[in-house]
């Protein structure tokens, strides 16, 4: 048809949802677990967040577990973007076996590859769109380092953009979405869990009624 397929109708969002979670700086602490996706327009649209104890396999597993009731497991062709959080991908393997998870390379082989090794060997297999252009990459790769392309080509998840489901396929392999989230939400990040949510809630709703005015 020419047009991406988007999840829900009303401030239509793509089949793309961008997980991370974020430190709160209350009395209590506590990480703000999100899922933020794109409206028809490109613009940020936070689906679903929440204040948890501590970033784990388990706060992971419940999160995925009430976003999927929440949508009634109608994942058939969503692809989730991480920045490999703790137990993440093993939740989703289980929870959403089908369903697409790509997550940063560049977090893995910038810490593991320190200095400019990344952008010069890794990159442009991450931002290959097609075959092609990825075994090209990949065979740099390998005859720079024998072992980062070991580790690339065992990826568990998606790590490349020719990789990319062809109704997923977009140009997001970083989490372009999240952090905006996180910066939009920063001034709430003090607060109490309640006074958060209520001001994550009031952001929303005067972002939609912006957006609807400017139509």
Known sequence: MGCRPFFFSDWVVDHFFDLDGCNLRSKYLGILLSATALDENNGLFP???VAVES???DTWFWFLQNLLQAFDDNFGNVCFISDQEKGLYDDMS????????????EKKFKTRYPGDFFERN???AA???SVPELNKAMNTLYNTSPQAW???HDLKYVGSRSQFKPLSRN?????????????????????PVVDLVDK???KKMEKRKQRRRLG
């Not at 289980?94 to 390379?105: F, I, M, Q, S, Y």
């Not at 989490?175 to 990040?189: C, D, H």
């Open 122 to 124: 890794v990159w442009d």
């Open 127 to 129: 931002m290959s769109f």
């Open 200 to 202: 994550i809630r009031v």
């Open 55 to 57: 970033e784990s396999s």
């Open 47 to 49: 689906v679903v967040f």
């Open 171 to 191: 140009h997001y392999i970083t989490n372009n979405l999240s952090e905006p989230f996180n910066v939009w939400v920063i001034k709430g990040r003090d607060h």
């Open 150 to 152: 070991k580790e690339h």
């Open 94 to 105: 289980t929870l959403l076996p089908d369903v697409e998870h790509r997550a940063l390379v």
